[in-house]
């Protein structure tokens, strides 16, 4: 399995922007595909975004849409998320996960490797 280590995470104003980055080693980084997820207290962990093994394709939940951006660079074993037009409501703990199974996009129980999670807190 892959280890993944989470960074980047920090206190924003809203409107903001923050880059996380989650570094990963330990397998071939570019047999995975690669998400954030990410956990409010109270709340169940959702799914923010992927992109796919090559970078070629991406993913993103209604609620980060048009504001985030997934990337990775396979060369660097690391992938990214550039948050924009931060709102409070996107405070939680992001998690980044990798996984091989390709048959959904979105499934928390596909993704076999998790960080330990980097806090994101946007104030009002």
């Known amino acids: 399995q892959v280890q993944l280590v989470e960074s980047g995470g920090g206190l924003v104003q809203a409107g903001g922007s923050l880059r996380l980055t989650c570094a990963a080693s330990?397998?071939?980084?570019?047999?995975?595909?690669m998400a954030w997820f990410r956990q409010a207290p109270g709340k169940e962990r959702e799914f923010v975004a992927r992109?796919?093994?090559?970078?070629?394709?991406?993913y993103y939940g209604d609620s980060v849409k048009g504001r985030f951006t997934i990337s990775r660079d396979n060369a660097k074993n690391t992938v990214y998320l550039q948050m924009n037009s931060l709102k409070p409501d996107d405070t939680a703990v992001y998690y980044c996960a990798a996984t091989t199974v390709r048959d959904t996009w979105t499934r928390r129980s596909d993704f076999g490797s998790w960080g330990q999670g980097t806090q994101v807190t946007v104030s009002s």
């Open positions: 992109i796919n093994w090559s970078g070629g394709t991406t």
């Open positions: 330990g397998s071939t980084f570019s047999r995975y595909d």
